[in-house]
């Protein structure tokens, strides 16, 4: 460690990370989903919004937490996918109970969503918008939707997961902040000695 460390490392740039990114546009994704095709009066409607909000809120959070602790970063990080797979499994029930065709991540359709790498809740509505008028607007909407958020969610969670993997390396490598602070001293002490 050099003299002008800081005794807290960098954290919480989560704006910048691609999960984070994913995780806001689904949430922007679930809102409009649930306010067109689900009623407020269901008790899914509720639950798919606050899992949205959870996925991004938390991956965040632990990304502030970070400079603090590493075990509420890893904690959390954990908390946000087990939100996003939550979620997951409410829009696979949605087109379950409706009779609506889930499909491959191979799908023609999913495959140009890939492509066209949506990064606003405008361009995902363009790609709904493009799917249904290229089916001769035989395919229901909300069946695009929902399989549209499916994968946004298969890549978030697999990039989310990715994450915990390498705060969990980070953590087991480096320790955290006890760990930091202990030998921060230990080699401030060793300088002081040198210099007498």
């Known amino acids: 460690m050099s003299e002008n460390e800081s005794l807290l490392p960098k954290h919480g740039g989560y704006k910048r990370l691609l999960s984070y990114q994913l995780a806001e546009l689904i949430f922007d994704v679930t809102v409009l989903f649930c306010e067109k095709y689900i009623p407020v009066s269901d008790r899914t ?3 798919m919004v606050q899992s949205g909000r959870s996925g991004f809120q938390n991956i965040a959070e632990g990304s502030v937490d ?3 602790s590493k075990k509420s970063e890893i904690k959390l990080t954990g908390i946000a996918i087990g939100c996003m797979d939550e979620l997951a499994k409410d829009y696979r029930k949605y087109l379950q109970k409706r009779k609506l065709e889930e499909w491959s991540p191979q799908h023609p359709a999913l495959m140009d969503l890939k492509g066209r790498q949506v990064k606003s809740l405008e361009e995902f509505r363009k790609w709904v ?3 249904w008028e290229k089916s001769g607007k035989t395919l229901p909407p909300d069946q695009i939707a929902a399989n549209g958020a499916l994968s946004l969610l ?3 969670l697999y990039l989310t ?3 915990l993997a390498a705060h ?3 953590f087991l490598e480096e320790g955290g902040i006890s760990e930091r602070m202990y030998r921060m001293r230990k ?3 060793e300088r002081e000695k040198g210099k007498q």
């Open 161 to 163: 997961r990715r994450q």
């Open 187 to 189: 080699e401030v002490k």
């Open 168 to 170: 969990e390396k980070k």
């Open 129 to 131: 918008k493009d799917v």
């Open 45 to 47: 409607h509720d639950q």
């Open 66 to 68: 970070s400079g603090i």
């Open 154 to 156: 298969n890549l978030a």
